[in-house]
């Protein structure tokens, strides 16, 4: 088949931005549409195909969109109110009737018949018999018209594709990875940016914007893999490296110097905090006169209404890539609003706007102004400096911290029900400080202003839809106090909370059922309709609230609330129309609320794909649901406190109602926007419900369980639990135990003499299998454990070792003849391992295991000291030791060990069996398991009567091993040797930190040995009644909360056997069920990193993101739901 | 250079200079996936999930040494090589519609996958307890759930045949 000829047919406009093709179909019959708008992740590219599909008579598939290319794509300004399908779509629309119309022109001359009988359908013209495709026909023809906006549109009654359900069009291609997301492009040469952001995170306002910053220490990351440069510009700090991980590494080890931010203002009470802000009232409704209205009312309700700040919470972290292209740069974007960026990035690199691309690439869900765009403004900088594409991957912390929040809002309202039992008065006062959240490079680089400023959106539904002759409505317009800006449901979902619940509250006051009177009150048809066939059909249970209906400590609810979500510039354009019956179950105990059952009516006149509108609708619950009952971003003295999901939760399938929809159908009405619709009266729909199920009036979201309950008690004035106490800072008590390592410069003054140096023997000296023994007691002593330090050499020594007394560095093992043991003849080695005294005749710090390490027999200790002589020598001086106070240890030393050393060997036992008696050398001398599992004395010595009972080792907690607690965990011969041998004990333990670095060492035992030594262990085992493994209810709170987003997943999976899921429950935990915290508190700070040679899991370590105070509060948490039967620490 | 080897989608594979990466680092950015996504870093909202042996894990927080040796697949491997033919989760996510923006999309059928290899005919109850650490902002829930069940049912009529 010959090649079909080119052909186009294009439909165009001229706008101010240029001349933009609407729409094309070239010699395949494909056609290419064109929108300013952008998919947010709601399927809007779908329903543009559909629309253009129906009006050309083609199937979806021939259908191509292209959506927010500011180079090819009209400006229709951002993707916000939900307006692509009710006003973005319109001249697509136009333009695809007006090609079917042409095509139909040149079928009629093919055919040389008249026009007006020529038919579409299927992507062809059809003229009696005949039929040709639209490729063919157009093939050889170049067509370009203008736009014409008068064309006839098909009528909505003969719709074959538009009101049909339709797959989403992007579907296949997700879900087999073959889309590309904005984090998915990759370019030719790019390069990787990180970003360093200022200590003013999630702020825009005041005169230490972008102008923070002291100084950057480049030598601190000189050297360091991969970096191409360091990118400073005002406050902005960008790195670019090689590849991403390179990019964080070096922006995390850069040193910065930052002037610290004045604090925020006291964000608590947020109510006080809002209303203190400077603002500007705007009269919006004088209808009557509202003070006499007021007056005139026989009762009257004044009222407060909080919404608090949220995070948009997108599951992706923003990204985005640019590419200077020598001063013509292009942008990729997961933008909502390709041409305002484009300005924006346009002025932050001093071109005109003409000279930047802004390509829209698909990102995570945004429901707002997030971090989509600040992004691209750093892509931007650091492909200017490198002169290359660069992709800037923002972290989960960068976007939860600095995205502009979904804004605050205060809502005061006054009303009141006059003579008649009609609404008579209604005052409404907004507060909502947010902007349009400036682009974050402009701010950082100082390119504008920092001054505050407000946008004008506080008046979404500010208007109540009742009749009401007295009307008083201001809005208060602010600027941002934090970083604010439009989340869905912008000013309206809050500013509906307000009213809905009012009007609740009035029904009450009129003793009439609320949605009764809100019929009684709505003059406008089309809405009533919404409100009465909702009721209808979700079974609305009709009569004056509250009926508290209870069931044992459950009380049942139902709610209603109604709204027209209306958006653009005061009085704006009304969208789709909402109405919620929601069902809750309020736990009285507890204080929490579950949402069962929703059903949402909704009017969106034509409906483009019902799955579609369906799918927002759900969306819209469900999120909004969340925000409602839990969300809420909190800050300290300077910033949000919310750097990942767990302290900003977020819904999860536990939480998803039950969700019916009820769709309008109004076929020949214009289709009106739904992508927040449904949103907007949630809020008050669960309050309302809530009500008529406690009879409480929550008018401060979120709607905790600790808010309910504190008003549950408040109503039954029973007293709550106290708060838990801050937990105190450990003291020393005694002397704490430390590992076994040979600590240098404990003491000033050497007591014994020294041993002169002398050569070490040749490693070729000694036999292969003194070699391979001494590996096996180095092994099991795991000297390299405390004589390794941190990113060192193995065996060098250095490791910090935290002391009553200051800190000690464990010595430097390998035989190098300067600093290590490369001239330490056998006998200093033998003394020191034996009697705790260096070769210099210092004694190395008590702790040092040489009351164990004495038991070693002749041959092992030989064998460890050939052994030592074979490592790879390594210069590595020994830190200076940083003591507190000069310590003279001498005559305590002398005391000390005359009371608790004994040198002598241990005699095999004759009634024990050999591995017995191999394992209980083993334990003891090399093995030095007491010098952490037993505790010590005042004096530091191991407690011999209480040996193996488990001891606190700094913060580290060494479980009991012997009696009857071993017993009750379920230790016996074949779990410690399965323990010793993988570090995991089925159901029992899991080694961690210390001890997994332990277990990992003893990999050079042979299994004889880690059998014997089971076996001896075992035998110190009592048995006891296993452990309860019992789980507490603990009252939900920030805490549960903060457990179920950040542990649940891998300490409680809702899937068991995840590869990346602890191997041991909770109610196991040994940390957990030690008599202090810190091992716990130690481990969630810290995470564990399980050596690789182990079958052993990782945890990520939360310290960058949760401070001290919520660490100890997980920890009193895990305590007190995970080892119910123990006391909490105190 | 330490090398790691592994089987990846049925094909070996050798990674060198990934002792301290992620495996979620590895996939995408040094074997250029793009099925696993980045969402949290921390296996909080499991848009990184993977097969390592038939078990979930999530990519972010495992170190890629942990799978020398072993199988990893990920969504790019769930269809069959030759044909291209989805597998029953994936066609089971058209039937219900199971995305919105997508991005969880990732998460939701590997674990769903990993979920019906041990229970082919969950309950609504066991998908939702299932799937409960797969975060979704966009709110598709019931779709999701939906999809698993049009998955479960796919599995069963293949079964039969
Ligand atoms: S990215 Fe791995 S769990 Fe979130
Ligand atoms: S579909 Fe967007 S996060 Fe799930």
New binding site residues.
């Given amino acids: 088949m010959s090649e079909p000829l080119p052909g186009l047919l294009s439909i165009f406009d001229d706008r101010p931005e240029g001349r933009i093709s609407f729409l094309q179909i070239d010699e395949t019959g494909r056609v290419t549409a064109r929108n300013g708008h952008v998919d947010l992740g709601t399927g809007i590219e779908t329903a543009l195909a559909q629309i253009v599909a129906e009006e050309l008579d083609l199937p979806l598939s021939d259908v191509r969109i292209v959506l927010g290319d500011t180079a090819s794509t009209p400006n229709q300004g951002p993707t916000i109110a939900s307006e692509t399908i009710q006003v973005a779509a319109h001249p697509l629309r136009l333009a695809a009737a007006q090609a079917r119309q042409a095509l139909a022109g040149l079928a009629a001359r093919q055919f040389n018949a008249p026009a007006a009988e020529i038919t579409t359908e299927g992507g062809a013209v059809h003229w009696r018999d005949a039929s040709i495709h639209y490729g063919p026909l157009i093939a050889g023809t170049q067509l370009t018209m203008r736009l014409d906006l008068e064309v006839p549109v098909k009528d909505p009654a003969d719709y074959r594709i538009v009101g049909r359900p339709m797959g989403r069009v992007d579907l296949p291609a997700k879900l087999t990875g073959a889309f590309t997301y904005i984090h998915d492009l990759r370019l030719d040469g790019m390069l990787h940016g990180h970003v360093l952001r200022p200590p003013y995170a999630g702020r825009d306002s005041g005169d230490f914007v972008g102008r923070s910053l002291i100084g950057v220490d480049r030598a601190s990351v000189q050297g360091m893999p991969g970096l191409v440069d360091i990118v400073v510009e005002g406050d902005f700090v960008g790195v670019v490296a090689e590849t991403p991980q390179q990019a964080q590494a070096i922006a995390e080890a850069l040193r910065v110097d930052w002037r610290m931010p004045p604090p925020l203002p006291p964000m608590e009470p947020l109510a006080q905090t809002i209303k203190d802000q400077p603002s500007t009232p705007r009269l919006l409704d004088s209808t009557g006169d509202f003070p006499r209205g007021l007056a005139e009312c026989h009762s009257t309700l004044a009222r407060t209404y909080l919404w608090p700040f949220h995070e948009h919470g997108s599951i992706g972290p923003s990204c985005g890539v640019a590419d200077w292209q020598d001063g013509a740069p292009v942008v990729w974007s997961g933008t909502q609003n390709p041409h305002m960026l484009q300005g924006d990035l346009a002025l932050l690199v001093g071109l005109a706007p003409e000279q930047l691309e802004v390509r829209r690439l698909q990102a995570a869900g945004c429901y707002g102004r997030n971090c989509a765009d600040d992004v691209c403004g750093d892509a931007l900088l650091l492909s200017r400096a490198v002169r290359r594409p660069v992709r800037v991957q923002l972290t989960?912390a960068q976007e939860h911290l600095w995205e502009p929040k979904g804004a605050a809002q205060l809502m005061e309202v006054q009303g009141g029900i006059g003579l008649s039992g009609d609404l008579h008065a209604y005052g409404f006062d907004s507060w909502y400080p947010s902007n349009r959240g400036p682009n974050l490079a402009l701010l950082l680089t100082g390119r504008i202003s920092p001054e505050p400023h407000h946008a004008m959106m506080g008046d979404r539904t500010i208007v109540p839809p009742y009749r009401v002759p007295h009307k008083r409505i201001t809005c208060h317009d602010l600027a941002p106090i934090v970083r604010a800006a439009w989340m869905r449901g912008v000013s309206a979902l809050p500013n509906t909370f307000a009213h809905e619940s009012f009007i609740d509250e009035l029904a009450h006051e009129a003793g009439e059922d609320p949605v009764a009177f809100r019929l009684r009150h709505l003059d406008d048809p089309r809405q009533a309709d919404l409100v009465r066939r909702t009721a209808d059909e979700a079974g609305w249970q009709s009569g004056r609230g509250p009926r508290l209906r209870r069931q044992g400590r459950m009380a049942y609810g139902q709610g209603f609330a109604y709204a027209t979500y209306v958006h653009g510039a005061f009085p704006g354009t009304a969208a789709a129309s909402a109405a919620w019956v929601c069902d809750v179950a309020v736990d009285t105990e507890t204080g929490e609320v579950t949402l069962t059952r929703v059903f949402v009516g909704q009017d969106q006149g034509l409906v483009i794909n019902p799955d579609g509108v369906r799918a927002q609708i759900h969306g819209n619950v469900i999120q909004t649901a969340s925000r409602t009952l839990t969300e809420e971003v909190t800050f300290d003295a300077i910033a949000p406190v919310a750097k990942s999901w767990a302290s900003y939760p977020i819904q999860s399938f536990a939480q998803v109602p039950e969700i019916r929809t009820m769709l309008v159908e109004r076929p020949g009405d214009p289709a009106l926007g739904v992508g927040e619709s449904a949103a907007v009266p949630a809020a008050a729909a669960i309050a309302n419900a809530i009500f008529d199920a406690t009879g409480i009036r929550l008018r401060e979201a979120p709607f905790t369980p600790e808010k309910l309950r504190a008003a549950l008690a408040a109503n039954v004035a029973a007293a709550l639990p106290a708060p838990p106490r801050p937990v105190r800072k450990r003291r020393w008590r005694g002397i704490a135990a430390l590992g076994g390592a040979l600590t240098a410069g404990a003491l000033a003054l050497p007591l014994h003499s020294a041993i002169p140096l002398s050569r070490a023997p040749s490693p070729s000296q000694f036999t292969s299998e003194t070699l391979a023994r001494g590996a096996e007691v180095f092994g099991a002593a795991n000297c390299a454990g405390c004589h390794t330090a941190q990113s060192g050499a193995p065996s060098a020594g250095g490791r910090p070792m935290e002391t009553p007394f200051g800190t000690v560095y464990s010595t430097n093992l390998t035989p190098d003849p300067q600093t290590g043991l490369g001239q330490w003849s056998y006998a200093a080695f033998e003394r020191a391992m034996r009697h705790g005294i260096s070769r210099d005749g210092k004694n190395l710090y008590p702790a040092f295991p040489y009351t164990n390490f004495a038991r070693i027999d002749d041959g092992d200790m030989q064998a460890l000291y050939a052994y030592l002589q074979t490592l790879p020598p390594v210069r590595a001086e020994t830190p200076r030791a940083a003591m507190l106070t000069p310590v003279n240890l001498r005559p305590v030393n002398a005391v000390w060990n005359a009371m608790f050393h004994d040198p002598a060997p241990l005699t095999p036992d004759p009634a024990q069996s050999e591995a017995w008696n191999r394992g209980r050398y083993l334990v003891k001398a090399a093995g030095h398991c007491s010098a952490c599992h037993t505790p010590r004395n005042a004096l530091g010595a191991e407690d011999a009567s209480r040996a193996f009972a488990g001891a606190m080792v700094g913060t580290d907690w060494a479980p009991p091993l012997a009696g009857p607690e071993a017993g009750a965990r379920g230790w016996d011969q074949p779990a410690f040797a399965a323990y010793l041998r993988d570090g995991h004990a089925p159901g029992i333990a899991s080694a961690s930190g210390k001890m997994a670095e332990i277990v990992a060492s003893l990999g050079a035992v042979p299994d004889a040995d880690i059998q014997a030594m089971a076996t001896y262990l075992a035998s110190q085992v009592t048995d006891a009644p296993p452990l309860p493994r019992i789980e507490a209810e603990v009252p939900p709170g920030p805490t549960s909360r903060l457990f179920e987003a950040a542990c649940a997943?891998c300490h409680l999976p809702g899937l068991s056997g995840a590869e990346t899921a602890a191997q041991v429950p909770l109610t196991m935990s040994s940390a957990i069920r030690a008599p202090q915290p810190d091992a716990v508190i130690g481990v969630i700070r810290d995470g564990i990193e399980a050596p690789l040679s182990l079958p052993l899991r990782d945890m990520p370590a939360f310290g960058a993101e949760l401070d001290q105070a919520r660490i100890a509060e997980l920890a009193n948490y895990l305590r007190a739901r995970f080892a119910p039967d123990l006391e909490a620490w105190r | 250079m330490e090398r790691l080897d592994f089987t990846l989608n049925g094909k070996a594979v050798a990674v060198t200079g990934a002792a301290r990466l992620t495996l979620?680092d590895v996939l995408r950015d040094r074997l250029e996936l793009n099925g696993a996504?980045?969402?949290?870093?921390?296996?909080?909202?499991?848009?990184?999930?993977v097969l390592v042996d038939g078990a979930p894990a999530?990519?972010?927080?495992m170190r890629a040494a942990r799978v020398q040796g072993r199988a990893v697949t990920t969504l790019e491997g769930l269809a069959a090589p030759d044909s291209g033919t989805l597998h029953p989760v994936q066609q089971g996510f058209i039937d219900g519609q199971g995305a919105q923006c997508g991005y969880c999309l990732n998460?939701m059928v590997m674990t769903a996958v990993a979920l019906l290899a041990r229970n082919p005919d969950p309950t609504e109850a066991e998908i939702r307890q299932a799937l409960r650490d797969n975060?979704c902002r966009c709110g598709t829930h019931l779709e999701i759930v939906a999809s698993v069940r049009h998955a479960a049912r796919r599995m069963a009529e293949a079964a039969d045949v």
Avoid: E
């Fill in positions: 989960r997943s | 979620l996504k980045y969402g949290c870093g921390l296996g909080q909202c499991g848009a990184c999930t999530r990519s972010c927080v998460g975060l």
